[in-house]
């Protein structure tokens, strides 16, 4: 009987206002580690080979051809906006499986700061729907300090000059608001609540696991997506370069999990939500009430506790007297 109380409490993974075929794309990549990079378009064009023989496999009828693909965060491992053959690579891959595409690549943007950014693609080219990573990470991202660390370690220099963005986290394809939640920000509860209020009804996790390596931090990373569906009651597409990429249900099940280090395309009808959850409407509220009424009875406990100290000594006066 508990096990049906937590089934009844949680989002029901089939509910929704429509569907919409997602598909995510693992490319996979040449090495793992810092120098995923290193072969200038090697990344990008496993997406691209990947992309390509999806489209093959929806026009044989294996695969439902997609509304939306998603590719992981740092997929185009070159600025498509400032690499023309990047470009024309990806706007092929979006006409061939004909659906736009969720493009990862770190952008140099016109004020000469480094964005690392999620952008919608189309055949057409980039539609300027695009998510800048809020949340960025320190001691990888950018450096805090980078003088000083400097001094210890030339690896401060293989940090990143990221800035954050300042969107509200909603790309919008193919008609549907997509919350995006890149990597590194998943972790964080406040990472997908802007993109709630602004109506987002499917998320998605774009991700570089390829700095994790064999790691269980590439495992650690699906179950907090997996708490994330599960706390905003929406279908969650994890896309990870070398893995695990997962279509994962309102509920945290995992409907469907590719391989680490191989090539893989997932494909899912999923349903679009707009109902919203309790945890979705009350935020940080009952974390800042809990911190809040603990902090008030150690209060209390100390000054019961000095209070039954000095009792003692003040029935001892009396009796004296």
Same mark, same amino acid.
């Given at each position: 009987?508990? $096990?049906? $109380?937590?089934?009844?409490?949680?989002?029901?993974?089939?509910?929704?206002?429509?569907?919409? #075929?997602?598909a995510a794309i693992q490319?996979?990549?040449?090495?793992?580690?810092?120098?995923? =990079?290193?072969?200038?378009?090697?990344? !990008?064009?496993?997406?691209?080979?990947?992309?390509g023989q999806l489209a093959?496999?929806?026009?044989?009828?294996?695969?439902?051809?997609?509304?939306?693909?998603? &590719?992981?965060?740092?997929?185009?491992?070159? %600025?498509?906006?400032? =690499?023309? %053959?990047?470009?024309?690579?990806?706007?092929?891959?979006?006409?061939?499986?004909?659906?736009?595409?969720?493009? +990862?690549?770190?952008?140099?943007? $016109?004020?000469?700061?480094? #964005?690392?950014?999620?952008?919608? &693609?189309?055949?057409? +080219?980039? #539609?300027?729907?695009?998510?800048?990573?809020?949340?960025?990470?320190?001691?990888?991202?950018?450096?805090?300090?980078?003088?000083?660390?400097?001094?210890?370690? %030339?690896?401060?220099?293989?940090?990143?000059?990221?800035?954050?963005?300042?969107?509200?986290?909603?790309?919008?394809?193919?008609?549907?608001?997509?919350?995006?939640?890149?990597?590194?920000?998943?972790?964080?509860?406040?990472?997908?609540?802007?993109?709630?209020?602004?109506?987002?009804?499917?998320?998605?996790?774009?991700?570089?696991?390829?700095?994790?390596?064999?790691?269980?931090?590439?495992?650690?990373?699906?179950?907090?997506?997996?708490?994330?569906?599960?706390?905003?009651?929406?279908? !969650?597409?994890?896309?990870? #370069?070398?893995?695990?990429?997962?279509?994962?249900?309102?509920?945290? $099940?995992?409907?469907?999990?590719?391989?680490?280090?191989?090539?893989?395309?997932?494909?899912?009808?999923?349903?679009?939500?707009?109902?919203?959850?309790?945890?979705?409407?009350?935020g940080p509220w009952p974390?800042?009430?809990?911190?809040?009424?603990?902090?008030?009875?150690?209060?209390?406990?100390?000054?019961?506790?000095?209070?039954?100290?000095?009792?003692?000594?003040?029935? +001892?006066?009396?009796?004296?007297?």
């Amino acid at each position: 009987m508990a $096990g049906l $109380g937590l089934r009844a409490a949680l989002p029901d993974p089939g509910a929704g206002d429509s569907t919409i #075929t997602v598909a995510a794309i693992q490319g996979s990549v040449p090495r793992l580690g810092l120098d995923f =990079n290193a072969q200038r378009r090697a990344v !990008l064009d496993n997406h691209v080979r990947r992309t390509g023989q999806l489209a093959d496999e929806v026009a044989a009828g294996r695969f439902p051809a997609p509304d939306v693909v998603v &590719w992981p965060e740092n997929s185009s491992d070159i %600025d498509p906006l400032r =690499n023309p %053959d990047a470009a024309a690579l990806i706007s092929e891959a979006a006409r061939r499986i004909s659906a736009p595409i969720l493009v +990862g690549a770190v952008l140099v943007n $016109g004020d000469r700061t480094t #964005t690392n950014s999620v952008m919608v &693609w189309t055949a057409e +080219g980039a #539609t300027g729907e695009r998510h800048d990573k809020k949340i960025v990470q320190p001691f990888g991202e950018y450096l805090p300090m980078r003088g000083f660390f400097r001094l210890f370690s %030339d690896y401060a220099d293989r940090a990143g000059y990221f800035v954050p963005g300042h969107g509200d986290g909603t790309i919008r394809a193919s008609g549907t608001e997509i919350g995006i939640a890149t990597c590194y920000e998943v972790a964080f509860d406040r990472a997908f609540r802007d993109s709630l209020r602004s109506g987002a009804q499917l998320l998605a996790v774009p991700t570089n696991n390829a700095t994790f390596g064999d790691s269980e931090m590439t495992y650690q990373q699906l179950a907090m997506s997996r708490v994330r569906a599960v706390e905003h009651g929406r279908s !969650l597409i994890v896309a990870a #370069t070398s893995g695990v990429s997962a279509i994962i249900a309102a509920d945290g $099940g995992v409907r469907q999990e590719s391989a680490l280090f191989r090539p893989e395309a997932l494909v899912a009808e999923v349903p679009l939500r707009s109902a919203t959850t309790p945890a979705t409407a009350l935020g940080p509220w009952p974390e800042l009430a809990a911190v809040l009424v603990t902090a008030v009875g150690v209060i209390v406990a100390v000054v019961r506790r000095r209070a039954d100290r000095r009792l003692p000594d003040s029935v +001892g006066s009396a009796s004296l007297g």
